[in-house]
């Protein structure tokens, strides 16, 4: 058997891996090419010892997880994408304190929840944060609370579409504080994508699906 030249060797190397060095990810196939290349072409006077055999089985174990880590990825963001394509046109449940009108002067609501009983009143703002309204619920529980506003300000005068933010306030019975978390209710009008996060659209809105506490309709 005619010894195989070195320089052939490093040839046949070489071109292995600029035929893969082009790709930014290496490829089960890629590995595999290397891996048999690199059989076919050691010195046979000095073979691949058991160590590194070893090594380049690890090698190719990690590559395949790897791969199956990204296929499983893509399959849940697709699911994902999915899910939030099914959401348009309904009604949801969201973290935050959002309100707006739209330009039929229809108001969006929201929703609010007291760590303990007390005397609560919701105060909504304009995108400029001036004061427009304040509506007093009066004695509340501890269970959640939705609330409807018709978009008008405290005269009664129509507010024009836009945007809109909403707080809750609430004392006990000795006028101490009382911690409010609130959320919101609106339509979703569409879905967008921005590196790999997957957005839900209430109108000028965006949220996305961890947002989500319900869907109400």
Do not use: C, H
């Amino acid at each position: 058997m005619d010894p195989v030249s070195p320089i052939s060797t490093t040839t046949a190397q070489t071109t292995q891996a600029t035929s893969t060095s082009s790709n930014s990810t290496l490829s089960m196939q890629d590995f595999l090419n290397l891996f048999t290349t690199q059989l076919q072409y050691q010195d046979p006077l000095d073979p691949m010892d058991t160590s590194q055999m070893l090594d380049q089985m690890v090698q190719l174990n990690t590559v395949q997880a790897m791969d199956d880590i990204t296929q499983a990825m893509q399959n849940m963001e697709a699911a994902s994408n999915l899910q939030a394509a099914g959401l348009i046109g309904k009604e949801v449940e969201a973290q935050g304190n959002s309100l707006s009108i739209d330009s039929q002067g229809n108001a969006s609501g929201g929703a609010f929840q007291l760590a303990s009983p007390g005397q609560a009143s919701i105060q909504i703002f304009d995108a400029n944060g001036n004061l427009v309204r304040t509506i007093n619920e009066g004695a509340v529980g501890t269970s959640q609370q939705t609330f409807t506003w018709d978009g008008k300000d405290q005269q009664g005068n129509q507010l024009p579409a836009g945007n809109y933010t909403f707080s809750v306030s609430a004392v006990d019975g000795n006028n101490n504080p009382i911690q409010v978390t609130t959320s919101m209710n609106a339509t979703v009008t569409g879905i967008s994508f921005e590196k790999g996060v997957t957005y839900l659209d209430l109108g000028s809105e965006q949220i996305t699906l961890n947002d989500v506490i319900a869907i109400t309709q």
